[in-house]
């Protein structure tokens, strides 16, 4: 089964400084295409997408650099930062080929989204340029997307984690996860939800409401390393997935782990 891993990072805190990194997270200095390539090989992923970790010029010019030329490496999603005169935020003007679409890091703000400068307007103008729009999310914010995704038919939106990652699923997750799938436009990542204080049991039952609700088609695999190498060798994050995950034909399976990433992404 070919994968492709749609959500992972890259960075070189001595050549490009990421101002939230802290040697105390206990994360690596370099993480690198020349770091990860091995890990894809030996879990059978075929390409990445690289999320962009902060919001600076400078790491968008590396982070391009990296995915116009890695043969594995091959798309970005830049982080979106809201500036006069720029639809597209801050990385408007060094959107290239490689770069498939924008996220908005937002879980700080309003469970509505409503306090989020730009929002509307960074969806329409990715709509239009062909460009998706992942969000960054906190549960309370899934309802928030969904009406957002609403409001912009024409753009594709891309949860990350499930709008979830390590927190617990209260109720109210579960419906507003169903009120996101409602909108054929949205589509969301399993990346985040491994983690070693949830059992195999809750994350089977996590990832079979979102399987419900949108279907294989409009779920990708996503490791989302280095973050989660932390406490998860990657390898291990690949196949806690697939044993979670409920019976999938084969073309759902295809999907899932690339299909879906594939069209999205461009590859």
Not at 39 to 44: G, N, S, T, V
Not at 51 to 62: P, R, T
Not at 87 to 97: F, H, K, V, Y
Not at 123 to 145: C, W
Request: aromatic share 6%.
């Amino acid at each position: 089964m070919r994968i492709i891993d749609a959500h992972v990072h890259l960075w070189d805190v001595d050549a490009v400084p990421i101002p939230w990194f802290d040697e105390d997270l206990g994360l690596p200095r370099r993480a690198t295409p020349d770091t990860l390539r091995p890990l894809l090989r030996d879990a059978d992923a075929s390409a990445a997408i690289a999320v962009q970790a902060a919001d600076s010029i400078a790491e968008v010019q590396w982070l391009t650099g990296i995915t116009a030329a890695d043969p594995v490496v091959r798309r970005a999603v830049l982080q979106y930062d809201p500036a006069p005169g720029q639809p597209l935020g801050r990385t408007g003007s060094a959107l290239g080929a490689s770069v498939a679409g924008l996220r908005a890091a937002i879980p700080q703000f309003a469970a509505d989204l409503s306090d989020v400068a730009g929002l509307d307007d960074l969806a329409a103008a990715a709509g239009d340029a062909g460009l998706l729009v992942e969000l960054l999310l906190r549960p309370a914010q899934v309802r928030g997307a969904a009406a957002l995704a609403h409001r912009h038919p024409a753009t594709a939106f891309v949860v990350c984690h499930l709008g979830l990652g390590a927190a617990e699923p209260e109720p109210s997750w579960f419906r507003d996860l169903a009120a996101l799938a409602a909108e054929p436009n949205a589509h969301a990542k399993t990346s985040g939800l491994v983690h070693p204080d949830r059992s195999p049991a809750a994350l089977a039952r996590i990832l079979a409401a979102a399987v419900e609700v949108f279907g294989a088609a409009r779920l990708l695999h996503g490791s989302d390393w280095p973050i989660s190498a932390r406490h998860t060798p990657y390898a291990d994050v690949t196949e806690r997935i697939a044993a979670a995950l409920p019976a999938l034909s084969p073309a759902d399976a295809e999907s899932f782990w690339s299909g879906t990433a594939a069209r999205l992404y461009r590859l």
